[in-house]
C-alpha cells in the first residue's frame, strides 16, 4: 500500500549509491552533500530494519539484503520515469531516443538523420552516446545499438541491424608517396588505431598472414572518428569498419588499396525499450532500409 512507501528522497538516495557502490558518486549526481546521502541512508535502513551497505573507508557495499532491494527499487524507479517521460512526450514534439556508441553516432547514425526529419518532421530524434552494455535500469531509451549481442540485460532482446568487415583505408597522397601494393609493404607506414578497437592490426595482419614489426611507429585515439580523420589527414594506415567510412570512399578522401583483404566483423544489434514510443517502429523500420541498402551496396 502507498502508505508503506519508504521516505522516497531516501530511495533515490540509496538507488544512486548503488550504482556507483560510493556515496560520494551519488552526492555528485544528486547535487547534495556526502553527509546528506548518508542520512538519507540510514533512515532507509532504520525504516526496513536491515543494513543495506557494508561501509568501508573508501568504498561502501551492497549487502545482500541492500542488493535485492536495489535489483527491485530500480526497476520501479525506471517505471516511473518512463511514466513521466511518456506524459512530456504527449504534449510536446514526438520522440525517439537512440542509444549508441559515439563513433557510430557520428561516422554512419548523424550524416543519415537529415533524410530522416524530411521524411517525418513530426519525430523528434534524440541521439544519446554511451559505451555501457544496454540496460534500460541504467540508461533511458527507445532504441539502442551496439555490436555484438554480449552482455545485453534481459530486458533488452538484441536484433540483427547490418552486417560488417574491416577494411584497410589512406588518404591517397599518403599511398601516392609510400605506394602500399602488397600487406607486406604495411610495415614501410605509420599505423594508426583507437584505443576501443585494440586488437584490429594483429587480427588483421593474422588474417593477411603476414608478420607485424615490433618497432613500426603506431598512433593511437580514443575514438575510430578521430582515427578516420587522420587516416585522411594523412598521418598513416587505417584499419576501419566499413560501416563507418561514410562517405570517404565516395569522394576519394580515401582509398581502400588492398580491398581483398577484409576482415569479417561482429556484426550491429538494435533493442527496443519495452515501454518504448510508438514512433520508435518507424525509425527502426527506417534504420533497417538504410542498412539493408548499405549491404546491398557492399562489393
Not at 544528486?30 to 546521502?37: I, K, N, P, T
Not at 530494519?49 to 524507479?77: C, D, K, M, N, W
Request: proline share 6%; net charge neutral; with cysteine.
Amino acid at each position: 500500500m502507498i502508505s508503506d512507501l519508504p521516505p522516497l528522497n531516501a530511495v533515490r538516495a540509496f538507488a544512486a549509491a548503488a550504482r556507483y557502490q560510493s556515496f560520494s558518486r551519488a552526492a555528485e549526481e544528486l547535487h547534495v552533500s556526502h553527509s546528506a546521502v548518508s542520512r538519507h541512508i540510514k533512515l532507509l535502513e532504520e525504516h526496513l530494519g536491515v543494513l543495506l551497505f557494508e561501509r568501508r573507508t573508501r568504498q561502501s557495499l551492497l549487502t545482500p539484503a541492500g542488493q535485492t532491494f536495489y535489483e527491485h527499487i530500480s526497476v520501479a524507479l525506471t517505471q516511473i520515469a518512463n511514466a513521466a517521460t511518456a506524459l512530456t512526450r504527449g504534449a510536446s514534439l514526438r520522440k525517439v531516443i537512440i542509444n549508441v556508441r559515439p563513433s557510430f553516432a557520428v561516422r554512419w547514425l548523424i550524416p543519415r538523420l537529415p533524410s530522416f526529419m524530411a521524411l517525418y518532421p513530426d519525430i523528434q530524434p534524440e541521439v544519446v552516446t554511451s559505451t555501457l552494455p544496454p540496460d534500460q535500469s541504467r540508461e533511458k531509451f527507445d532504441v539502442v545499438i551496439r555490436r555484438g549481442d554480449a552482455g545485453w540485460s534481459s530486458n533488452v532482446q538484441p536484433q540483427i541491424l547490418l552486417e560488417d568487415d574491416m577494411m584497410l583505408v589512406a588518404a591517397p597522397s599518403l599511398l601516392q608517396t609510400v605506394p602500399l601494393n602488397s600487406a607486406q609493404d604495411v610495415a614501410r607506414h605509420t599505423l594508426l588505431a583507437g584505443k576501443t578497437r585494440a586488437m584490429d592490426w594483429k587480427n588483421w595482419a593474422e588474417h593477411a598472414d603476414i608478420a607485424m614489426l615490433r618497432q613500426q611507429p603506431i598512433l593511437q585515439f580514443d575514438h575510430m572518428h578521430l582515427v578516420l580523420q587522420a587516416a585522411v589527414d594523412g598521418l598513416g594506415l587505417a584499419l576501419c569498419p566499413a560501416s563507418l567510412l561514410g562517405k570517404d570512399l565516395a569522394t576519394g578522401r580515401l582509398i581502400c588499396p588492398l580491398p581483398s583483404l577484409r576482415l569479417p566483423l561482429t556484426r550491429y544489434y538494435y533493442g527496443v525499450a519495452r515501454e518504448s514510443a510508438a514512433e520508435t517502429r518507424i525509425f527502426i523500420d527506417w534504420m533497417l532500409s538504410l542498412a539493408h541498402e548499405d549491404t546491398a551496396g557492399v562489393s
